[in-house]
């Protein structure tokens, strides 16, 4: 009885080498209060500039009411129309706001995914403890995927998000508050859209207003604005290209530092 002999292994090929993309886009997490200002100054990135309304808040906005939008309203109307063809002159895409993306994904999770009995879930919650910010992850995750290929193009990415206060474990002393993203963001860190959006992005920048304490514990404060880049005690932040706050200035255009 004769014994077949393998085939033998293909040849392993060398490593190819290449040069750093100098033309993708930038991927921007821009978040602080309602109202301040996040949509107007995203629509003086470079342009065209193409919105996913999702917050229905551009018709009410000054000067916005010709902008272009996607027109959609479910987490995979969002994912469809960003891979299909056609953005090829779109410089700038942004998602206003992300936080209502990721109620979308949770109602996403709920319609197709099942308890792990099989049966239909009416709630987060009835995944079962930590199971359901899970699912929800699982299904937000791609969405980071399919910008990524939006920034390979050289489009840049702007994803609008709304502020909340989240206490800052400190293992060296006191805890303290700081401003975040409004996003998903277990205390133990797994399933965080939160810091997953973080990890993702090259710039998360807070705007937030100017405001002083007095001696008598009152703020203060004029309704000046600053867009933070760099991480401080009271806000998360990162940027790749700056590091000092920049003041919001009528006429003044803060991509042309940001997007260099």
Wanted: glycine letters at 8%; proline letters at 7%.
């Amino acid at each position: 009885m004769t014994t077949r002999k393998a085939p033998p292994a293909p040849a392993a090929k060398p490593v190819a080498f290449g040069q750093v993309k100098t033309s993708a886009g930038h991927r921007v997490v821009l978040y602080g209060p309602g109202g301040i200002g996040k949509t107007t100054l995203s629509s003086i990135a470079p342009g065209p500039v193409v919105y996913f309304d999702l917050d229905d808040s551009l018709a009410r906005l000054p000067g916005m009411k010709d902008a272009q939008i996607v027109d959609v309203t479910t987490w995979q109307d969002i994912r469809d129309a960003l891979a299909a063809p056609g953005w090829e002159s779109v410089k700038t895409i942004v998602i206003d706001s992300i936080t209502k993306a990721e109620e979308l994904a949770v109602q996403d999770t709920i319609q197709w995914v099942p308890h792990e009995k099989g049966h239909k879930v009416q709630r987060i919650d009835d995944y079962g403890f930590g199971k359901g910010l899970s699912h929800v992850f699982d299904t937000f995750l791609p969405l980071l995927s399919d910008l990524d290929a939006h920034a390979h193009a050289g489009r840049n990415v702007i994803l609008i998000g709304h502020d909340c206060t989240t206490n800052v474990p400190n293992p060296a002393g006191e805890d303290w508050l700081r401003f975040e993203p409004r996003l998903q963001s277990p205390a133990s860190g797994k399933a965080s859209i939160r810091l997953r959006c973080r990890e993702w992005a090259d710039h998360v920048l807070f705007l937030g207003y100017d405001v002083a304490v007095s001696k008598t514990g009152k703020g203060q404060g004029s309704g000046t604005r600053t867009l933070y880049p760099a991480e401080l005690p009271h806000c998360m932040a990162k940027s790749r290209t700056i590091q000092q706050p920049l003041p919001i200035i009528d006429g003044v255009n803060v991509w042309t530092e940001i997007l260099k």
